[in-house]
């Protein structure tokens, strides 16, 4: 059976497990899905050491497991995230009239979840759902900002300080001293360290538990996104949009 059948079975497999939500055994399973009963045992082994499908032992049912689950929330939890945030940082490329990203963490990586473009002639080329480095983004230095100190320096370890641009920090020393800063200002800064024209500011996005599950950026030029902008507006203003959004996920923080 080649990879891409076992994972086309698999796949039919827990479609028809959603239509039981109380379970089903084997032999009935079988002929649902129109595979051998010895396919399909050794298809929900595999599902069951992975947590996607668990067994009853004392009906012998296999059912949905908790791993589904988990799959849903999160992907629930992003769309959610999209919805609630989409008004505010429309509102808020409006006023600084320059893009805003929104991004997420996957695994190890930022990835861009929504972009709202500016009417600026001078654009972002980033699209959604594109990836980029975490170690010279500031959206990617909000998302680390969250760790305990042992998680931060072990995702620290891996990390190949490649440099993009000649501001791209290229030491784990100096880039644990970055974190620290954005721990304690609440924001991060991409000083033309990821493209060398481009200067970012991002902020963290909270859920109910206080955790930083999402970041969102205003990015332009760094002829146009100064540090005196950065300090002398957009600081506040970053800060305003992270709490505003935040709360309608929940946040009770300040």
Do not use: W
Request: a neutral charge.
């Amino acid at each position: 059976m080649s990879n891409v059948q076992s994972l086309e079975r698999a796949l039919t497999i827990l479609n028809k497990l959603s239509e039981y939500p109380d379970g089903i055994q084997i032999a009935r399973l079988s002929e649902q899905v129109g595979l051998t009963k010895s396919t399909v045992h050794r298809l929900l082994a595999t599902l069951s050491s992975m947590n996607y499908v668990v067994k009853d032992e004392e009906t012998d049912k296999y059912k949905l497991g908790l791993q589904v689950l988990f799959l849903s929330r999160n992907l629930l939890n992003n769309s959610n995230i999209v919805t609630i945030a989409k008004p505010y940082l429309e509102r808020l490329s409006q006023e600084v009239n320059e893009t805003v990203h929104l991004c997420i963490e996957d695994q190890g990586e930022v990835v861009y979840i929504d972009k709202i473009e500016s009417n600026q002639t001078i654009r972002m080329y980033s699209r959604i759902g594109s990836r980029a480095p975490m170690y010279c983004t500031g959206v990617g230095k909000i998302l680390l900002s969250d760790k305990d100190q042992d998680t931060l320096e072990k995702i620290v370890s891996t990390i190949h300080f490649i440099p993009k641009t000649p501001n791209t920090i290229t030491s784990k020393e100096e880039f644990l001293k970055e974190i620290e800063r954005v721990r304690n200002q609440g924001y991060a800064l991409d000083n033309a360290e990821n493209e060398a024209v481009l200067m970012c500011i991002a902020s963290p996005i909270y859920d109910h538990r206080g955790k930083i599950i999402a970041s969102f950026s205003i990015s332009g030029p760094n002829n146009r996104v100064t540090l005196d902008v950065i300090n002398q507006t957009l600081v506040e203003k970053m800060k305003h949009y992270s709490i505003a959004i935040s709360r309608n996920l929940g946040y009770t923080g300040s």
